[in-house]
Structures are given as structure tokens and as C-alpha cells.
């Protein structure tokens, strides 16, 4: 499952095209460097911390400087120093994650983007028109349904919902305008499991592309790419930030072509992300790895205590062989990832005490960071999807597992039940 080779350099964008300068490709401060490791096919662990992260040419300095700054001294009209002119168009620190991102999802591009969301107005801009159409899930996150229904629609952008998990109900909601499969596997909340290899089928027949939300699973566990997807996008706010402690989103993309549209809208609209949120996110995907793998082992064990618990209707875990998804997760992921979602038996209001009872879990929204979260989605992060197909069930407690010491996790859910 490692994601590809660091053998970028040859693949990397002009930062000055995309600007529109019209300069040619971009020699950025780290392109000769990066041609040290171009022969050389590393695993993931270890392009998690190198791929793009060259040491700093001037100083020596081992991790990349947050480049703060929003312009650069040119040697003569045009004499731009490494391609770097504004930072809206590129940010050398930007550019060490974003190359990056690349490297851990086997893509010829990543983009930075200010949010996830930032990253899928970008994308969803750059691939439609007024007149097309996109299929997207009866399960994702809230504030992409809000995108599809609320703002993409009064352009003209047209959607309807399909079961992704079912791909014969993908296939059956595809027209001739269809432009985008949307997907989003594990799916937030609910932890349904879309078979992206089978999706690859549906969208190479019908040219629509597949875009992959990957946000629950990380490119640690799941590399849509190799699977057939078009483009991954991330909220990097969730486990590859890790820390609760950034907002920032991503799309990866290994059809050049396609990469360079995105980039030339991702400088026009503008929803970069920048220096120092940039650092933040590379800094946690440094980790990513190890976290994952603590993610997923403490959420099997909570799990599992949940599926024994009398209080508790439906665990919904892609680790649970009882998942209708478990099979497709097993060919598909790593392992199964740190979120947990469980069906409260007493309804509504007992599954609203839980979240107000629990102590170690933290009562919030968002994902992915080492400390535990615990929300209820109909209330809190899925509120949007009020009254649609989207709607989560009332009963639902979403769980956030993080990293700290299982046994004290269990404590917590323990008491918190009741
Ligand atoms: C949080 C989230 C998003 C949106 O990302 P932001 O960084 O909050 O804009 C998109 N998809 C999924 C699955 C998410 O969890």
C-alpha cells in the first residue's frame, strides 16, 4: 500500500505558470536538491517525513522555514528567484507540502488550500460548468452536502444522491451530464465503505471523474489513486494536521493536465493555504504513520467493548466483520481507521447524555487529532443535512478515538453510558 516514489521533479508544476507569468517551469529552491532522491522508491513512512522537505540550501536547516512573507525581491523585471514572485501563486513553504502530498498519494500534483472546503469549491469550479451534474453520496460530510445544495446548485451545477456503497446505484444515477462521482470512504458519519476500484469502472465508463474524500482514512490507510480514482481531497484539518491545532484541505490528482487546471484556479480563486498552516500540516504528517496506526487499534478495541454494551444498538466500524463493508475496507484500507459511530438504544436524548457525560472525550466537533472526541452529528456536525437524504439518525454518537492510553478511553465510555 506505500504511496509512490519522490521521483517528482521532472512532474512539478512551473510555480510561475500558474501565476500566469508565462516564465516556464519553476526552478523552486529545492528542485536541485530534490534530484538527489529522483531514482529512489521510498515507503510511505519515509516520504512522510522526506518527500519535498529538502534541507534549506542556505542555512542547512532541517526542516523546512515557515516562509512567511507574501513577496519576493526580483533581479530585473521578471528575474524571479527560484519561481517565486507572490505567494498567493506559490510559497516556497507551501510548495514543500504540497509536493509532499503528492508523494503520499502516488499523484503527480497536490494542492494547499485555506480549508477542505476551499479545496472542493476549487475542484468542483474547475471540473463543472452550469448545466452538468455530479452524483454524490447519500452519506458525507456535512459541509459538502451544504456545498452541493446550497451553493454549487444556484450556479447551475446540478446533483443527485446515490448510494455509493451499492455501485449498481452509481451507475443508475449517472446522465449524460454527469461530470463527477463524488465518494467519500469510510464516510462521515455513518462509516460506510464505497468500493473505489468498482467506481473507477463506473466513472472510466461514463468519463465522469472520481473524486475521493480520503479525509477519514488518510493516505496511510488508503491510497485512492492506485485504486482508480481521479482525484483525493483531504481536509488536512483532520488526521494529517493531527493536533486539532489547523485548518487546511487538499487535493492530489496523477493526471497532469487536470493538475495544472486546478492549479491555475486554485491561484485565480485564491483559497491558499498559507505559510504557517502549511508548516502545521507537514509537521503532523510527519506522524502520520505511527498515529494512524495507534487511531485504528485503540477504535478496534472501543469497538468491540461497544459491540457487548446493553445500552448500544448498531456499532459502526468497518473493523467489525459484521459491517457490510468489512470485506471491501480489508481489500481497500490498511487497517480500519480511528472513527467509531454507535446507535444509542434509549434514542435521541440518551445519546445526547453520553456526549454531555464523557470526561477524556472531549465534547466538539472535527476529527483526527490525538486527543478523543465524542459529538453527536444530528445536533452538531450534520446539522445542515437536516430534512435530506443526508440526514443521520438521531440515536447517533460520533467517536473520534485518538491516541491516549485505551484503557483510560474505555473508562471513559464506560461511565459516560451509564
Ligand atoms: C472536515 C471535513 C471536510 C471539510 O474540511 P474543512 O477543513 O473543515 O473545510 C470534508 N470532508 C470530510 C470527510 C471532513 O471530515
Same mark, same amino acid.
Given at each position: 500500500m506505500a504511496g509512490g516514489a519522490v521521483n517528482r521533479a521532472h512532474h512539478r508544476l512551473g510555480v510561475t505558470e500558474a501565476a500566469g507569468t508565462g516564465n516556464g517551469p519553476g526552478r523552486g529552491l529545492r528542485s536541485g536538491l530534490m534530484s538527489e532522491h529522483e531514482h529512489h522508491h521510498y515507503a510511505f513512512e519515509t516520504l512522510a517525513i522526506h518527500a519535498g522537505q529538502e534541507a534549506d540550501p542556505q542555512t542547512g536547516a532541517v526542516v523546512t522555514p515557515i516562509y512567511q512573507v507574501s513577496t519576493y525581491k526580483q533581479?530585473?523585471?521578471?528575474?524571479l528567484r527560484g519561481g517565486y514572485e507572490y505567494s498567493r501563486s506559490a510559497n516556497p513553504t507551501r510548495t514543500a507540502l504540497e509536493e509532499n502530498l503528492a508523494a503520499l498519494d502516488g499523484g503527480r500534483r497536490g494542492l494547499a488550500f485555506a480549508s477542505g472546503l476551499a479545496a472542493e469549491d476549487t475542484l468542483l469550479r474547475t471540473v463543472t460548468k452550469p448545466g452538468d451534474h455530479i452524483v454524490i453520496p447519500n452519506d458525507a460530510y456535512g459541509g459538502t452536502f451544504r456545498l452541493f445544495s446550497k451553493v454549487l446548485s444556484r450556479w447551475g451545477v446540478e446533483w443527485s444522491v446515490a448510494n455509493t456503497h451499492d455501485p449498481e446505484s452509481v451507475r443508475a444515477a449517472v446522465r449524460p451530464n454527469t461530470k463527477v462521482i463524488w465518494t467519500e470512504t %469510510?464516510?462521515? %458519519?455513518?462509516l460506510g465503505i464505497a468500493d473505489i476500484s468498482a467506481l473507477a469502472h463506473i466513472s472510466h465508463d461514463t468519463g465522469a471523474l472520481l473524486v475521493v474524500d480520503n479525509t477519514f482514512a488518510s493516505p496511510y490507510l488508503q491510497q485512492p489513486l492506485a485504486l482508480g480514482a481521479d482525484v483525493v481531497v483531504y481536509s488536512t484539518t483532520k488526521y494529517m494536521g493531527g493536533h486539532s491545532d489547523v485548518v487546511g484541505g487538499a487535493l492530489v490528482t496523477d493526471d497532469a493536465a487536470l493538475g495544472e487546471e486546478l492549479a491555475y484556479h486554485q491561484n485565480a480563486m485564491g483559497a491558499v493555504a498559507g505559510p504557517f498552516d502549511s508548516w502545521l500540516v507537514m509537521r503532523g504528517i510527519k506522524t502520520l504513520g505511527v498515529r494512524m496506526d495507534r487511531h485504528s487499534s485503540n477504535a478496534a478495541r472501543i469497538a468491540e467493548f461497544l459491540t457487548g454494551? %446493553?445500552?448500544?444498538?448498531q456499532v459502526l466500524y468497518p473493523g467489525l466483520p459484521e459491517h457490510p463493508g468489512h470485506e471491501v475496507a480489508a481489500k481497500q484500507m490498511r487497517a480500519f481507521g480511528g472513527m467509531v459511530s454507535f446507535r444509542h438504544r434509549d434514542g435521541e436524548e440518551a445519546a445526547v447524555q453520553v456526549c454531555n457525560r464523557a470526561e477524556l472525550f472531549t465534547l466538539g466537533e472535527s476529527l483526527g487529532g490525538v486527543e478523543s472526541l465524542i459529538e453527536h452529528p444530528g445536533r452538531?456536525?450534520?446539522?445542515?443535512?437536516?430534512?435530506?437524504?443526508l440526514e443521520v439518525p438521531s440515536d447517533l454518537v460520533r467517536l473520534s478515538v485518538g491516541i491516549e492510553s485505551v484503557d483510560d478511553l474505555l473508562a471513559d465510555l464506560q461511565r459516560a453510558l451509564g
Open positions: 533581479d530585473g523585471v521578471g528575474g %469510510p464516510s462521515n %458519519p455513518l454494551h %446493553p445500552k448500544i444498538s452538531m456536525t450534520h446539522a445542515s443535512a437536516a430534512g435530506s437524504a
